[in-house]
T-cell receptor, first 117, second 114 residues
Framework: AQKVTQAQTEISVVEKEDVTLDCVYE???????LFWYKQPPSGELVFLIR??????QNEISGRYSWNFQKSTSSFNFTITASQVVDSAVYFC??????????????FGTGTRLQVTL | SQTIHQWPATLVQPVGSPLSLECTVE??????LYWYRQAAGRGLQLLFY??????ISSEVPQNLSASRPQDRQFILSSKKLLLSDSGFYLC?????????????FGPGTRLLVL
């Protein structure tokens, strides 16, 4: 069975600090996909990134960066120079490649990030 | 571009009443559709998914059911709501293509059962 663990329930930082959100996953599949979503107070889940299991390149998008390490089954997310608008709940998720076209996501329990002035 | 709609946005229902939540997708054909529930302060749980009209797969046995009467319409229903059905319901879609796995979510429906 697949499992995603986000051990940090809540993190508080002051604006401009860097913050890393941890994600550890478990799967028996050799091909899988990892995701990060942002859930602002409005509730809608906003897609941030998808990473395939065979692509361990780290990625940077503006102030966001992701560190994927298969050796430790981790897919961590770093926000550089955090801003108040980054305050949200962040979810890490795992999808098996599987047969057929359906993509079933297993979510972690989320990390609530609070950025204050 | 593709958009996904859900309604209603908020719903307060008494225990024992029926439920119907609707999700529609625009700008794509043959999508895979999904219903998730998020209980207060918790992660998301996959309830149902559908790869085509009339094809429904259930992930968690419960008081809810789903239907897909049209290609881009996904409905979540209940005949009699329970208090435990309260939560935030999210609909999502992916392309029906085999290689595409990213799920895009709708704005959600907040359901409070009293």
């Amino acid at each position: 069975a697949q499992k995603v663990t986000q051990a940090q329930t809540e993190i508080s930082v002051v604006e401009k600090e860097d913050v890393t959100l941890d994600c550890v996953y478990e799967t028996r599949d050799t091909t899988y996909y990892l995701f990060w979503y942002k859930q602002p107070p409005s509730g809608e889940l906003v897609f941030l990134i998808r990473r395939n299991s065979f692509d361990e390149q780290n990625e940077i998008s503006g102030r966001y960066s992701w560190n994927f390490q298969k050796s430790t089954s981790s897919f961590n997310f770093t926000i550089t120079a955090s801003q108040v608008v980054d305050s949200a709940v962040y979810f890490c998720a795992l999808s098996e490649a599987g047969a057929g076209t359906a993509s079933k996501l297993t979510f972690g329990t989320g990390t609530r990030l609070q950025v204050t002035l | 571009s593709q958009t996904i709609h859900q309604w209603p946005a908020t719903l307060v229902q008494p225990v024992g009443s029926p439920l119907s939540l609707e999700c529609t997708v625009e700008g794509t054909s043959n999508p895979n559709l999904y219903w998730y529930r998020q209980a207060a302060g918790r992660g998301l749980q996959l309830l149902f998914y559908s790869v085509g009209i009339g094809q429904i797969s259930s992930e968690v046995p419960q008081n809810l059911s789903a239907s897909r009467p049209q290609d881009r319409q996904f409905i979540l229903s209940s005949k009699k709501l329970l208090l435990s059905d309260s939560g935030f319901y999210l609909c999502a879609w992916t392309s029906g293509d085999r290689g595409t796995k990213t799920q895009y979510f709708g704005p959600g429906t907040r359901l409070l059962v009293l």
